[in-house]
């Protein structure tokens, strides 16, 4: 093998790393961007909006059971009102002294039945803030709602470009990998598993963009002219030149 044919295998290890990384930084993508975390973001606002809704419609029930029970009491209180007064005034009760009780009786129904219709007007009163407070709720949550939507059809055509480029991309590593020779490749597989996918590095103007360091004038010489793999003495990665 001539040191050309050489360099085109460490360019296309070169290249095939660019690939590579850009096919990991896409999947990576997939899974989370600024965008899918202000989806989720959203997601829990409106999930958040539900509960305080849902919050608010028991807080409703619960007042309404309560006004149904002092409604059911003042019923109550009434019907024994009407019913004290009906023996009071019947011509049935004929001792005074009997009759003074009952009216006190009838006197304290009449002070519990006023009692008891202040209580529900309060009740009532305060359904209707809680009523005017949910139908605000419903309407934030319907606007927030209706952002998530355009949200998430935002991100379905962002992921859509991203799922076809990422094809485009396979597509390449494949064209790249088929070109690659089995011991450069297996050399390849070795070096970025070991760096973090960025086990080739290129060498520009004498220095390891990999560590950032000079490269040493042995080095150098049998970069530029050897046949065989090379390494960085500083971090090991394989160094690679492409000609700028």
Known sequence: MDQMEQMDQMELLYRL????????????SLEDTPLIREVNEKQEEVEGRKVELEDTKEEIVRK????????????????ESS?????????????????????????LLEQEKG???????????????IESRKKKQEE??????????????????EQEQIKEELEKMRGRRTELAEQVEPRFMERYETYSQRFNGRGIANVVRDICEGCRVY???AIKGRLY???SLVYCENCGRILVWIPE
Not at 64 to 79: I, R
Not at 84 to 104: C, F, N, P
Request: aromatic letters at 2%.
């Open 64 to 79: 309404k059971k309560k006004v149904k029970k002092l409604e059911s009491e003042l019923q109550q209180k009434s019907e």
């Open 225 to 227: 002219k050897s046949n």
């Open 215 to 217: 490269i040493s004038s």
């Open 17 to 28: 790393q660019e690939v590579d990384l850009s096919i990991s930084n896409m999947e990576k």
């Open 83 to 107: 019913s004290l007064r009906k023996k009071m005034y019947g011509g049935e009760i004929a001792s005074t002294r009997e009759l003074e009780q009952m009216e006190k009786k009838l006197n």
């Open 140 to 157: 934030e949550l319907s606007g927030e709602e209706k952002k998530l939507k355009e949200l998430n059809e935002k991100l379905e055509q």
């Open 115 to 129: 009692e008891l219709e202040n209580s529900i007007i309060e009740e009532m009163e305060i359904i209707e803030e």
